[in-house]
């Protein structure tokens, strides 16, 4: 038995011997949650992925079902006295497609030793250092750049790191080394969150008003800076804005030979762009009656161009016209998915979010739209919650107007169902 | 009528105003008095235990806190129990945050939000009245509707706009001044609970054990809020900052 399965089936043992009445959780005592997950998948039928296996099936099939059983574990043991900590997150889980043999993973979330004394605070290891305040966008989030709007909504891996805070009474200072095992490293190993930088954040608070500063220097993409506030505006309204302006950043781009003929490799490469700005502005409101409202329009310039879109709509085209055989063509065509991996697809963006929680139950819809295009991705989801237990249901579905870019996403429809056993 | 009667009804009137001016003075006195019952020193570590019953009397839900008090409107709630393990609600006067425990950020949150809940974080981290609120003696009424004990009837108005209830109808035990009974309102001015408070020894009552919420409002059922324990502490200062209480640090 692999040893990833033997600490499922421990934990599983001892979530059985847990299901009892629901007892009192120290803060910092040992926590988490045992899932068992279905998710649906449904393959686009248009879009380049499409394209590709209909030229030649087999070379992109479209993604399984799958059922995932997962044991999330969070602890942060503590030496009485010394102001040193050591904080874990462990991950392990067992992965099995429709029709394909089981997959065994695990992975350290968070693995980090900390100090503290007086108002100062330290951290060394992989840590989640997340910052920045918008539900559907984070500029500022410099150190994690978490994925925003996943459907499983796990707990994500931090980033190595070196951290040094300070606390005043009503501000905050943290200096931050993201990856400082990659120092050095070629590029194609620092792209993106893996790149190595330093950050540093200040926060100040002002009455209702949480004001935020930015600042990051990356070993290629060179300085940003940014700031963010959240204001109370009311007693149910929330304000929130981000702001964050860039000499350069990591992104998609084609290789200029590539143009619209078919070539032996993926011409598309991550590359060190230029100068950009992202910026978020939104709202929450919550109702007397447990109904809420997030709206957020943003606009993030690291996503490609309306132009770059254009050309990358035209080699689609040109490579389904194309009098090349149909192996090759089909090969540049499930290249052309590669930049459809990414944060924002499009520069502009608007996000809506209804939820009512009414008793133990979280009825959510929401609405990402990208006004250029016409696409769209609409999520429904259910939830309940008990003591222990949780149930979860969610639906997204991938679409819009048929030359949007979303239309072209490898994935027509997502979904799954998940059972939860927190302790 | 003659000069006597006159001079008869002139004093009685003035000891009457002088009686209800000692009366009006004496609110804070009372409210500080009644503050006893619930919290009992400044600096306070407070663990909760609430219980919330179906209409029917079956019990729907059970939750546990740690409850942090300071002076000055400053708290902090700890979740204790699996379902909410790692969540934190930071009080500072009338800002208010929530830490989840996967997010690694605090989350500004509106008095809205803060409300919310059979029993609202503000329910379980206000125990002093007399810092949040001003307030007039009604008059000496029964503590409930056909009870012979007597109670001093209080209106209080809340003195910020943070707080939970706006507006809070109190009655105090004639003798004691401990905590009878209690109708909130909210913002609005709507009944949003009814409280009803259980000492210890009903005879010489030294401290409140429990309070019992019945919610007007929305779902009709009844909240118990007990209190298994208090000790004096003090904590860091470290503890009321948001991006502190972010590093998920040992609160112990």
Redesign the interface.
């Known amino acids: 038995m692999t040893l990833v399965r033997r600490l499922i089936a421990l934990a599983l043992a001892l979530t059985l011997a847990l299901c009892g009445?629901?007892?009192?959780?120290?803060?910092?005592a040992a926590?988490g949650e045992a899932r068992l997950r279905w998710e649906q998948r449904s393959a686009n039928r248009s879009g380049p992925l499409a394209a590709a296996d209909a030229l030649a099936p087999g070379l992109a099939p479209p993604p399984a079902d799958a059922a995932v059983a997962e044991l999330e574990l969070?602890h942060?043991l503590?030496a009485a006295g010394s102001g040193l900590?050591l904080?874990l997150g462990l991950l392990a889980a067992h992965r099995r497609p429709e029709g394909g043999p089981g997959l065994d993973t695990s992975r350290v979330n968070e693995l980090h030793l900390?100090w503290?004394r007086g108002?100062w605070?330290a951290?060394a290891g992989r840590r989640?250092?997340?910052?920045?305040?918008g539900h559907g966008f984070r500029p500022n989030d410099v150190v994690?750049q978490e994925e925003r709007r996943t459907l499983a909504?796990l707990?994500p891996q931090g980033r190595p790191l070196l951290q040094l805070?300070y606390?005043?009474?009503?501000s905050?200072a943290?200096l931050v080394w993201v990856n400082p095992n990659r120092h050095g490293d070629g590029l194609s190993r620092q792209r993106g969150a893996d790149e190595p930088a330093l950050a540093l954040r200040g926060?100040w608070?002002l009455?209702?008003l949480?004001l935020h500063g930015f600042a990051r220097a990356g070993e290629h993409t060179r300085a940003s800076l940014g700031a963010a506030l959240?204001?109370?505006a009311?007693?149910?309204?929330?304000l929130?804005a981000s702001l964050r302006v860039l000499q350069r950043h990591d992104g998609w781009a084609v290789a200029a030979a590539a143009d619209d003929a078919v070539v032996g490799a993926n011409p598309w490469s991550q590359t060190t762009r230029g100068g950009a700005a992202q910026a978020l502005v939104g709202f929450?409101w919550?109702?007397?009656?447990?109904q809420s409202l997030i709206v957020e329009a943003w606009h993030d310039g690291t996503a490609p161009s309306d132009a770059a879109w254009r050309s990358w709509h035209a080699r689609n085209a040109a490579l389904v016209g194309s009098g090349a055989p149909a192996a090759a063509r089909a090969g540049n065509l499930a290249w052309q998915a590669t930049p459809l991996n990414g944060g924002s697809l499009r520069r502009d963006n608007l996000f809506v979010r209804l939820a009512w929680?009414p008793?133990?139950w979280q009825l959510s819809a929401d609405a990402l739209l990208t006004p250029a295009d016409g696409g769209r991705i609409l999520t429904a989801a259910l939830q309940w919650?008990?003591?222990?237990w949780r149930l979860e249901a969610a639906l997204r579905r991938y679409g819009g107007r048929g030359g949007s870019v979303i239309a072209q996403l490898p994935l027509r429809q997502q979904s799954l169902v998940m059972l939860g056993l927190?302790? | 009528m003659t000069r006597l009667p006159r001079r008869l009804a002139a004093l009685a009137l003035a000891l009457a105003a002088a009686g209800s001016a000692c009366a009006a003075d004496d609110v804070p006195t009372l409210l500080r008095t009644a503050d006893r019952f619930r919290s009992g020193a400044e600096h306070l570590q407070v663990e909760t235990l609430v219980q919330t019953v179906n209409r029917d009397g079956s019990p729907d839900k059970e939750r546990r806190y740690t409850v942090f008090l300071q002076p000055g409107h400053k708290s902090l709630v700890l979740m204790r129990s699996p379902a909410e393990a790692g969540q934190k609600v930071l009080m500072l006067d009338d800002d208010f945050w929530l830490l989840l425990p996967g997010s690694q950020r605090p989350l500004r949150i509106t008095p809205a939000q803060k409300l919310l809940g059979e029993a609202s974080t503000g329910d379980i981290a206000t125990l002093r009245w007399a810092e949040d609120y001003d307030g007039q003696l009604v008059g000496e009424e029964p503590g409930e509707p056909g009870s012979a004990a007597r109670c001093l009837h209080l209106s209080l108005q809340a003195q910020r706009r943070g707080l939970s209830y706006q507006r809070i109808e109190l009655w105090l035990g004639q003798q004691h001044h401990e905590p009878v009974r209690a109708e909130l309102y909210v913002q609005s001015d709507k009944l949003a609970k009814l409280a009803r408070f259980v000492v210890d020894t009903p005879d010489a009552p030294t401290r409140v054990n429990e309070m019992v919420l019945g919610d007007r409002l929305g779902s009709h059922k009844e909240t118990r809020v007990r209190y298994l324990s208090r000790q004096a502490r003090e904590i860091p200062a470290s503890w009321l900052n948001p991006m502190y209480l972010a590093r998920n640090p040992a609160l112990e």
């Open positions: 009445p629901a007892a009192p959780a120290a803060d910092g926590h969070a942060t503590h900590s904080g900390n503290e108002a605070a951290s989640v250092v997340a910052w920045d305040v994690q909504g707990a805070e606390f005043g009474s009503e905050a943290a926060y608070q009455g209702a949480d959240a204001w109370v009311g007693d149910a309204l929330e929130h929450g919550t109702g007397a009656a447990r929680e008793e133990r919650r008990g003591e222990r927190m302790y």
